[in-house]
């Protein structure tokens, strides 16, 4: 989604903000802008599409010595991805750049238009800097406009401001969408997340909703909450992969033994929570967006059957609204892989509001969700580049697996024997993850035989029903086909009224996990004449295709195996579709508006 970058300081500005919106890049966009301030010149360009466009038009645009910069990619919320759209918006002599939504900003803009200003975009930002302009000629000094201006502003936002009579600072508030500001020797750099400031800065700020301000070289020091930050810059390589999501496919048994680091000893779970975490537990609560949510889903089935907890799982974006009942007695645990998913973020702000006990599993530190979550989990995956989650999705079950495990071991509602039996459980369905090359070839064959028809069902039963639910939502990101994921025996509730031969049915059929209930909801389907293609450990001839995995002692290896065939197959379609697969139309990998 949008992102940001701004810089004070000497260096080459231009060269700065772009490749600080490169490390971007992978979050999706569809335009892109930056504006420099220096010698008193305040030079603007944006462009729609990649950042390449950028970089072409500002080719031949250089600017010496000191100045400040911002930068900006934008998903398009209000207007269209269009030229005009893009951030910076601009005034008289201000530029902005802004993440988040603006919500009252059409009163804002009749007001601004009452008084002459004239609007060049449709978008919400553009309000900031007129009304800046306009506090400017109230209130002489500068902060004091720019803290007028925040004011009147009603949404979530992460905005950076310069102006041509302040050439040396940058104005600056957060509410609701994640800012950080770090410091080298003489420099300063803001950031929408961590990742562009990575290898340039020794120290980091990250700022707190209702933060705002102004800052030069000098006033770093006067922010609270400063950390260092070290780290060099580790940019992520396809690794002669053709894609990073295939990449991350095929790395997910690797880096989910990072999950399990120093947690498993001597076949017992050992978790960085308080001693008296799972006191006043007796229900869980799981809230989250897409994939995490579908990892949520899964959670269910594995803390009721596996660790005895009763466990209900909401979309966040419902759950807000929701007038949701609280009980003390609740972990509410919301999973991220992003950390900056804005309906997740709320969601847990409310249950901390309700002074519930809250927990986050994520995949990145500092991040909101982690800073404001009472305690967190890391899934310790690295970066996920590909929009399409893979081992996001993987590693949080894996990890919401061994929390389950825990609390229940903790609570004595499971056996040490039994501990030990799920530990080995956990790590052989690791193991269940490495891709088998023969299995990737069958996929890239059979894949051609998915490109058309006028759907695809997903179907599985129990936690096999939240894995046909990915294994749909895979599909469509990248394919732009229609998918949806059922429980099997849901189907002839009303789904099966679209069976015929162009319907396309991937049908999860475990062995170790209601085989003859899988099996009778897919004969239903096979006997409508539905195209049927199994994904099993054993032949079977109900199917028009079949997908072997290979063979495997318990339910949970399946689900893993079964993961990566979905995770595959959605990935060669794309291919075959010509799509692109790593940042595929419409989405963004971390979603900061509501
Ligand atoms: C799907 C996908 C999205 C995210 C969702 C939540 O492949 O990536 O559905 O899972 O936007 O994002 P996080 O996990 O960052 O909160």
Same mark, same amino acid.
């Given at each position: 989604?949008?992102?940001?970058?701004?810089?004070?300081?000497?260096?080459?500005?231009?060269?700065?903000?772009?490749?600080?919106?490169?490390?971007?890049?992978?979050?999706?966009?569809?335009?892109?802008?930056?504006?420099?301030?220096?010698?008193?010149?305040?030079?603007?360009?944006?462009?729609?599409?990649?950042?390449?466009?950028?970089?072409?038009?500002?080719?031949?645009?250089?600017?010496?010595?000191?100045?400040?910069?911002?930068?900006?990619?934008?998903?398009? &919320?209000?207007?269209?991805?269009?030229?005009? *759209?893009?951030? !910076?918006?601009? =005034? /008289?002599?201000? @530029?902005?750049?802004?993440? #988040?939504?603006?919500?009252?900003?059409?009163?804002?803009?009749?007001?601004?238009?009452?008084?002459?200003?004239?609007?060049?975009?449709?978008?919400?930002?553009?309000?900031?800097?007129?009304?800046?302009?306009?506090?400017?000629?109230?209130?002489?000094?500068?902060?004091?406009?720019?803290?007028?201006?925040?004011?009147?502003?009603?949404?979530?936002?992460?905005?950076?401001?310069?102006?041509?009579?302040?050439?040396?600072?940058?104005?600056?508030?957060?509410?609701?969408?994640?800012?950080?500001?770090?410091?080298?020797?003489?420099?300063?750099?803001?950031?929408?997340?961590?990742?562009?400031?990575?290898?340039?800065?020794?120290?980091?700020?990250?700022?707190?909703?209702?933060?705002?301000?102004?800052?030069? &070289?000098?006033?770093?020091?006067?922010?609270? *909450?400063?950390? !260092?930050?070290? =780290? /060099?810059?580790? @940019?992520?390589?396809?690794? #002669?992969?053709?894609?990073?999501?295939?990449?991350?496919?095929?790395?997910?048994?690797?880096?989910?033994?990072?999950?399990?680091?120093?947690?498993?000893?001597?076949?017992?779970?050992?978790?960085?929570?308080?001693?008296?975490?799972?006191?006043?537990?007796?229900?869980?609560?799981?809230?989250?967006?897409?994939?995490?949510?579908?990892?949520?889903?899964?959670?269910?089935?594995?803390?009721?059957?596996?660790?005895?907890?009763?466990?209900?799982?909401?979309?966040?974006?419902?759950?807000?609204?929701?007038?949701?009942?609280?009980?003390?007695?609740?972990?509410?645990?919301?999973?991220?892989?992003?950390?900056?998913?804005?309906?997740?973020?709320?969601?847990?702000?409310?249950?901390?509001?309700?002074?519930?006990?809250?927990?986050?599993?994520?995949?990145?530190?500092?991040?909101?969700?982690?800073? /404001?979550?009472?305690?967190?989990?890391?899934?310790?995956?690295?970066?996920?580049?590909?929009?399409?989650?893979?081992?996001?999705?993987?590693?949080?079950?894996?990890?919401?697996?061994?929390?389950?495990?825990?609390?229940?071991?903790?609570?004595?509602?499971?056996?040490?024997?039994?501990?030990?039996?799920?530990?080995?459980?956990?790590?052989?369905?690791?193991?269940?993850?490495?891709?088998?090359?023969?299995?990737?070839?069958?996929?890239?064959?059979?894949?051609?035989?998915?490109?058309?028809?006028?759907?695809?069902?997903?179907?599985?039963?129990?936690?096999?029903?939240?894995?046909?639910?990915?294994?749909?939502?895979?599909?469509?990101?990248?394919?732009?086909?229609?998918?949806?994921?059922?429980?099997?025996?849901?189907?002839?509730?009303?789904?099966?009224?679209?069976?015929?031969?162009?319907?396309?049915?991937?049908?999860?059929?475990?062995?170790?996990?209601?085989?003859?209930?899988?099996?009778?909801?897919?004969?239903?389907?096979?006997?409508?004449?539905?195209?049927?293609?199994?994904?099993?450990?054993?032949?079977?001839?109900?199917?028009?295709?079949?997908?072997?995995?290979?063979?495997?002692?318990?339910?949970?290896?399946?689900?893993?195996?079964?993961?990566?065939?979905?995770?595959?197959?959605?990935?060669?379609?794309?291919?075959?579709?010509?799509?692109?697969?790593?940042?595929?139309?419409?989405?963004?990998?971390?979603?900061?508006?509501?």
């Amino acid at each position: 989604m949008c992102g940001i970058v701004g810089y004070i300081g000497s260096n080459e500005k231009k060269n700065i903000i772009l490749s600080g919106l490169k490390e971007l890049e992978y979050r999706g966009y569809d335009s892109a802008g930056i504006s420099v301030l220096s010698n008193n010149i305040l030079s603007t360009f944006k462009t729609t599409g990649k950042l390449i466009n950028l970089e072409n038009k500002c080719k031949d645009f250089n600017s010496s010595g000191f100045g400040v910069a911002i930068g900006h990619t934008r998903w398009a &919320t209000h207007g269209k991805a269009t030229e005009v *759209n893009a951030h !910076p918006h601009f =005034g /008289e002599s201000s @530029s902005v750049v802004h993440n #988040g939504i603006i919500e009252n900003f059409l009163e804002v803009k009749q007001l601004l238009e009452s008084r002459g200003k004239i609007f060049l975009s449709q978008t919400d930002t553009e309000v900031i800097v007129h009304l800046f302009e306009e506090n400017l000629k109230i209130y002489p000094n500068h902060l004091e406009a720019f803290k007028n201006t925040i004011n009147s502003l009603i949404g979530s936002y992460a905005i950076l401001l310069i102006t041509k009579s302040a050439p040396d600072r940058i104005f600056y508030a957060k509410n609701g969408s994640p800012l950080l500001i770090g410091a080298s020797k003489d420099e300063i750099y803001f950031a929408s997340s961590s990742t562009p400031l990575i290898g340039l800065i020794d120290r980091v700020c990250y700022l707190e909703d209702g933060d705002i301000g102004v800052m030069d &070289t000098k006033s770093f020091d006067n922010l609270k *909450n400063i950390q !260092p930050m070290g =780290g /060099e810059k580790i @940019s992520s390589q396809k690794d #002669g992969y053709r894609y990073f999501m295939e990449k991350e496919i095929y790395e997910q048994h690797k880096v989910l033994k990072d999950t399990l680091r120093n947690r498993i000893l001597d076949d017992d779970i050992i978790l960085d929570l308080p001693d008296n975490f799972e006191d006043d537990i007796s229900r869980i609560y799981i809230c989250a967006c897409g994939t995490s949510y579908n990892a949520g889903l899964s959670a269910k089935y594995l803390f009721e059957r596996e660790a005895k907890i009763k466990t209900d799982v909401v979309i966040a974006s419902e759950f807000r609204y929701a007038d949701p009942i609280m009980e003390k007695d609740t972990l509410f645990i919301v999973i991220s892989q992003s950390g900056e998913t804005a309906d997740t973020l709320e969601a847990l702000k409310l249950a901390n509001k309700n002074n519930l006990k809250t927990l986050a599993i994520c995949n990145v530190d500092n991040s909101s969700i982690v800073r /404001e979550a009472k305690y967190s989990l890391l899934t310790r995956v690295g970066i996920e580049k590909g929009v399409a989650s893979t081992k996001a999705f993987s590693s949080q079950v894996i990890l919401l697996w061994m929390l389950g495990i825990y609390i229940a071991k903790k609570k004595s509602l499971i056996s040490i024997e039994q501990v030990r039996t799920q530990v080995s459980n956990i790590k052989a369905s690791i193991e269940a993850t490495k891709v088998n090359a023969c299995i990737h070839d069958r996929l890239k064959k059979i894949s051609k035989r998915y490109l058309h028809g006028h759907g695809f069902f997903f179907i599985g039963r129990d936690i096999f029903y939240p894995l046909a639910l990915e294994g749909a939502l895979k599909l469509k990101e990248i394919s732009y086909l229609h998918a949806d994921g059922y429980p099997g025996g849901e189907m002839k509730h009303g789904p099966i009224a679209l069976a015929d031969s162009e319907l396309f049915c991937v049908s999860l059929m475990p062995k170790h996990l209601l085989y003859d209930k899988i099996k009778n909801n897919i004969q239903e389907l096979s006997a409508r004449d539905a195209t049927i293609c199994i994904v099993a450990q054993e032949y079977n001839d109900i199917a028009d295709d079949i997908v072997l995995i290979d063979k495997f002692n318990s339910y949970m290896e399946e689900f893993f195996a079964m993961m990566i065939v979905l995770q595959l197959l959605a990935l060669e379609i794309s291919i075959r579709l010509g799509n692109d697969v790593d940042m595929p139309r419409n989405l963004a990998k971390s979603v900061t508006v509501e």
